[in-house]
């Protein structure tokens, strides 16, 4: 499910499936994109943030484009505790390896892998990022 | 300090095209005569190569180099070296003057970062600016990479980096009949390419530079971000555009004007150094 900004509209609460992880894409080249998630983050409860949202920062090819500092975004994930992922969405080969990467912690937050919840997997991924 | 402005005049009210540099391997001051006479006949030997020259009209290329001590920032910095390129035609020759057809210079504005722990016989003069046709640039340039085994590289200024230039300038003291603070963008994704242009009085970019700068003579991030923020906020409060999800590709001011392509122009003599050292920085970052 893909939505520019949160809150999500409430007419389709009932219809809605359960949430299981949470990516939050921010553009490097555009300084909107960070402040839209920024402003997006209000609206989510406190819960998910135990290993169910994740930050994307995206086009990190073009580094003569880029608007938005790298810093403050690992800083964000640090503030909320999750995870931050790199990628180049216009290589092929990249944006499937991120693809397949977003699949399994998908696996993993929605309980399909026995022994590994989304808690210890996104204590695991900050540990191995310090 | 001691700087002579006329030395330094040519400088002024031109567009400069920016390079980066890495260091030059056996560069000798004592040899420029030498050199400029190679480059001369490196020159003749590659326009003879394929471009038809006018019968009758010979056209001659005069190259003079110069080192311009009073462009550096501090000691450690390598004496600016000044590559001019002239064009004498034979057609009438005695009483012709000489015409600059290209000039393009080597300068180290505080580029410590560089040269700090480099060998010997290297020397470090990290951004190169030229101005005049491509095909010169191309040929200046393939015969120091050749000569002195160093590695040309267009410099392009991030929005990030324009954001940075903006707010320094706009902050700086207004003179007389100041120019407007100027902004450009680019709209990305349209079939029709867009560009915006937001223009500021500049009694007012100053003000919100001045309540946001917290310590006069040093800028951090932060204060950047929040004078942007302020000019994004201000434009869409007017026309409900987002500028901050545009491409930021030129910036103006009275001070320097600067486009993302690697152009700058730089307006006043004042600020030559604090200008030059910004770019400095921004070809030392390239190369390393």
Known sequence: HLATSLPLPSERDHLRPRIDLIVFMIDIKSKYSLKNVEASLAHVDASFFLGKVCFLLTGLGRVNACNVETNAVCKLGETYCSPVLFCELELEGIRVATAQRLLRMLQICAGHIPGVSALSFGSLMRNSDD | ?288
């Open chain 2, 1 to 288: 300090e001691n700087v002579d402005p006329q030395k330094t005049a040519f400088v002024l009210r031109k567009a400069w095209t920016l390079y980066s540099v890495t260091p030059l391997y056996r560069f000798h001051r004592a040899r420029l005569r030498d050199y400029a006479r190679l480059l001369g006949a490196f020159i003749a030997a590659e326009k003879q190569k394929g471009l038809a020259v006018e019968v009758g009209v010979e056209l001659d290329i005069k190259v003079a180099l110069s080192s311009l001590a009073e462009l550096r920032g501090s000691e450690q910095d390598q004496a600016a070296l000044l590559v001019q390129l002239s064009m004498r035609s034979r057609a009438s020759s005695r009483n012709s003057e000489d015409k600059l057809v290209w000039s393009g210079w080597f300068c180290s504005v505080y580029g410590d970062d560089l040269s700090e722990n480099m060998p010997k016989d290297f020397t470090c003069l990290p951004l190169f600016l030229t101005h005049g046709a491509e095909s010169y640039t191309s040929m200046v340039g393939s015969w120091f990479q050749k000569t002195f085994d160093c590695c040309f590289c267009r410099l392009a200024i991030s929005p990030l980096n324009l954001s940075w230039m903006v707010a320094m300038w706009a902050g700086c003291k207004a003179d007389r009949a100041a120019s407007a603070v100027e902004l450009v963008f680019s709209v990305p994704r349209l079939p029709q390419p867009l560009n915006i242009s937001y223009a500021i009085h500049p009694e007012d970019a100053k003000a919100l530079w001045d309540t946001v700068q917290k310590t006069p003579g040093e800028i951090t991030q932060e204060e950047v971000d929040v004078f942007m923020d302020c000019l994004y906020a201000h434009f869409h409060r007017h026309f409900k555009i987002h500028l901050s999800a545009a491409k930021l590709v030129k910036v103006s001011t009275e001070v320097a004007s600067a486009h993302c392509d690697g152009i700058v122009k730089i307006l006043h003599s004042q600020y030559l150094p604090g200008v030059l050292m910004l770019l400095t920085e921004l070809a030392i970052s390239q190369i390393q």
